[in-house]
């Protein structure tokens, strides 16, 4: 097994000429917590878009566990275990969080009827479902509906949905977004409980957040890689600094 599981070669997006990813090669190691950051408009949600196939590149590959998926559908690579967490594990407001995992683990098993049909079935539901809950830090939470969740569970219970599809590399956009300081927190542990055993890569402004997590950092600018390393020798390269200037440094974060 080779010790990349994700790796792009010239990946490149343009919008009616405009360039908004340039020549990206990335190479994500298998087990690691790999960040893409970078400034407004750097192009990092057009390159996630790219890797989980909501995007078609306008040239470049991508490779997953070897394999070229620079023509797949997100469902296929979805399949392959290369999961975009909210793509497809939306959260119901109106069903209970247990429903919503349940649902979630159900669509894993490809079977749409079966559990009503099944009582057996039913319960193995429940207690995968329980025990996610649980992983994510919602358990006692089982009862109310999706809707009546603080933002910052929500984002917990989305975690747990895309966990239900069993992701070997799971991606992440902004995983804290506008969340509170206790909030951000909490995600933060949990990002790094569930990558455990898995591949993470994730999209995120918050600094504090990516030095807490994030063993490899690729720091993207105007569409282009700038820099790449661990957080220590990323916050220093005097490119960054100045990329950021105006909008974070990332050394002060
Ligand atoms: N569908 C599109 N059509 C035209 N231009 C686009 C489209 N999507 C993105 N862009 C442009 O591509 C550039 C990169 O956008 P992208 O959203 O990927 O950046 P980002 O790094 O995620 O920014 P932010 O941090 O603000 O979310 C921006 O200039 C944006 O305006």
Known sequence: MSDIILETE?????????????????????????????????????????????????????????????????????????????????????????ENVRIALQRQRGGSFDFWRSETLLRAYDRRASELLEAVGLAGYEDLTAGELPYGRKRALEIATTLALDPVMMLLDEPTAGMAHEDVDRIVALVKRVAEGRTVLLVEHNLRVVQGLCDTITVLTRGRVLAEGDYASVSRNPEVIAAYLGTETPAHA
């Open 10 to 98: 010239g990946l490149t997006k343009e919008f009616r000429g405009f360039v908004a990813v340039s020549d990206v090669s990335l190479r994500v190691r298998r087990g690691a917590i790999h960040g893409l950051i970078g400034p407004n408009g750097a192009g990092k949600t057009t390159c996630f878009n790219l890797l989980t196939k909501f995007l078609q590149p306008t040239r470049g590959t991508i490779r997953y566990e070897g394999r070229d998926i620079t023509g797949m559908k997100p469902a296929e690579v979805a399949r392959l275990g290369l999961v975009r967490s909210f793509q497809i594990s939306a959260v119901f407001p109106r069903l209970s969080v247990l």
